[in-house]
Each structure stands twice: as structure tokens, then as C-alpha cells.
């Protein structure tokens, strides 16, 4: 546009020094071809859109905006028309209590009341896109700061929404899933009203007040405390029971050793032990008696 405007103010000049009488009138002619080229390269221009891939265009023209939507690629469009630009890819809004981190500079995590009376920080990341299709709604009926005006407002008041049916233990642990899952579907619902699509919604942390986290430390600890004194009382036991085994296995051998030992197996016995000895390297005379206990003489 900018170019067939510059065209058309060098056109008019070029028809202005077309008189003999000006001292620059011999600049006419190369100043008119100059200003057709530029009309013509601005008609040009104006008349082709490229899109890029991943992106959409909607025409509007003196504040009407057109139905239809312009695909990646060149795209013939009216030489008057503007061209908004949609990204239809995946983007996403994130909101933390970081610094630098989230899109707004700054502590911009959440900040909800739990059923409780609790206050508890919430850091979070929408992932979603656009419909293409939807581009000329979301246009016309919400213009191109759909981000803020859309889909900043409508996640902070679902979280805030929702988060008044859960204690705030119960959110920071056993609750988390089932209040992710369900601040999902509420925002996906509103989202899908105005052209959106909610892709994933990911609960990056959530604080707790500082007295709430000491009290869950030290319940976790005395847990833990429990569960080891359990262990030891579980050792001891079985220490215990070890000791009455061995303790019932010795009595039960001395009570066999006391009653039911006959003079003939202690013979044998002892037969079964003299041979072990007679095989010994160190035995060199084994004098046997009668009844007695034989006596056997060593090397030394």
C-alpha cells in the first residue's frame, strides 16, 4: 500500500513539471515511468499474501471481517483488505511465582483460598492453539490479544473456582490429580466457546503456607519414626524367636543324650572316632585296652 501511495504522489508530480515552462520539466516523463512502476508494484504486493506455515489470515475490510480464511502459501486478497495473522500452533501461557519465568515479568503465580480458609501459591502452564477455522470469530469478537484477554482470565477463575472444594493438604498430595482433571474440563469448555482448543494444562507446583509445611514434616517424620521402630520391634522379635528355637533344639539334644543313648551305640561311637584318629598323620601308637579309652602316643 505504502508503495502505490509513494507511485501515485510521484505520478501527480510527474504531471505537474509536464510543462515547458518549468526548468524541470525534461524529469517528467523518467518520473511518471518510476511512479507506474511503483503503482504497479504496490498492487502487486497488496494483491498476494503469503501465510506461513502454522499461521492463518483473516481479511478485513473497513472494519467488516471476512469469513473465509487465508491457508499457508501466497493468497490473492483485496488490495484494501488488512490482514490480521493467527498462530495456529501449539502455544502456551504460563504463570509463575519465578521471576522471568511465566509471560508476565514478575510474581504471577496464583493465588487461591482452599475449604480450609488456606492461602495456596499455584504456578501453571496452558498449553493450547486456536481453531483455524474460528480465526474470523476470534476477530471480531475478541481481536488478536485473545492470550489476555481470554485465556489468562478464564484459567485463574476456574483455578480459583475450584480450588475452595479441596483442603490444602489434600491439593498439595492426594487431591492434585482429581483438582488438574477437573479445572481441565472447565477451562477446556470455556476455551472451546470462543475458538480455542485446551491441548494440556500442567500444575507446576503448589505451595503451601510455611505452617502448613511444618506440620506436614514433622507428620511425616514421626511416620518415619514410627515405621523404623517398627522395624526394630519386628528384629527383636525375630532375634527372640532365633534364641528359643536354638534354645529348644539344645534341650531337646540333651533330653535324646540323657535317655536314649544305649552302651552298645556309645561304643560304637567311640569305634567310628578311633578310626578317625588311627587315620591321622600325627598317630603313632594307639594301645587299645579292654574297656577303656585307648592311649595314643604322638610324635613328640
Do not use: C, W
Not at 98 to 109: C, N, S
Not at 117 to 137: C, F, N, Q
Amino acid at each position: 500500500m505504502l508503495l502505490t501511495i509513494l507511485g501515485a504522489l510521484l505520478f501527480i508530480a510527474s504531471r505537474t513539471m509536464n510543462n515547458p515552462n518549468f526548468v524541470f520539466a525534461k524529469f517528467s516523463n523518467p518520473i511518471r515511468n518510476v511512479a507506474i512502476v511503483l503503482i504497479l508494484l504496490g498492487i502487486s504486493s497488496s494483491t498476494i499474501k503469503q501465510i506461513d506455515a502454522g499461521e492463518v489470515g483473516v481479511q478485513s475490510i473497513f472494519g467488516k471481517v471476512s469469513e473465509s480464511t487465508l491457508s499457508s502459501g501466497l493468497n490473492l486478497v483485496n488490495p484494501l483488505a488488512s490482514v490480521t495473522i493467527f498462530d495456529s500452533k501449539t502455544q502456551n501461557y504460563t504463570m509463575s511465582g519465578v521471576h522471568d519465568e511465566g509471560d508476565k515479568e514478575g510474581d504471577d503465580a496464583i493465588r487461591v483460598l482452599t475449604a480450609d480458609g488456606l492461602e495456596v501459591v499455584v504456578d501453571l502452564t496452558v498449553l493450547y492453539r486456536i481453531l483455524p477455522s474460528k480465526a474470523p470469530t476470534i476477530l471480531q469478537e475478541i481481536g488478536p490479544d485473545y492470550k489476555d484477554k481470554v485465556v489468562r482470565p478464564i484459567t485463574r477463575t476456574m483455578i480459583r473456582d475450584n480450588a475452595v472444594y479441596y483442603d490444602a493438604v489434600a491439593l498439595y498430595s492426594l487431591k492434585r490429580n482429581e483438582f488438574q482433571t477437573r479445572i481441565y474440563k472447565d477451562i477446556e469448555s470455556n476455551f472451546k466457546k470462543r475458538g480455542l482448543v485446551l491441548e494440556q494444562l500442567l500444575i507446576r507446583n503448589i505451595n503451601l503456607p510455611n505452617s502448613v509445611k511444618q506440620t506436614i514434616e514433622s507428620k511425616i517424620n514421626a511416620e518415619q519414626d514410627a515405621q523404623k521402630m517398627q522395624f526394630v520391634l519386628l528384629k527383636e522379635k525375630q532375634e527372640a524367636e532365633r534364641k528359643r528355637v536354638e534354645a529348644q533344639g539344645i534341650a531337646d539334644y540333651q533330653k535324646i543324650l540323657s535317655t536314649g543313648l544305649s552302651d552298645k551305640q556309645l561304643q560304637y561311637e567311640s569305634i567310628i572316632a578311633q578310626k578317625e584318629i588311627a587315620k591321622s598323620p600325627n598317630t603313632k601308637v594307639i594301645i587299645m585296652g579292654n574297656k577303656s579309652t585307648p592311649i595314643i602316643l604322638g610324635n613328640n
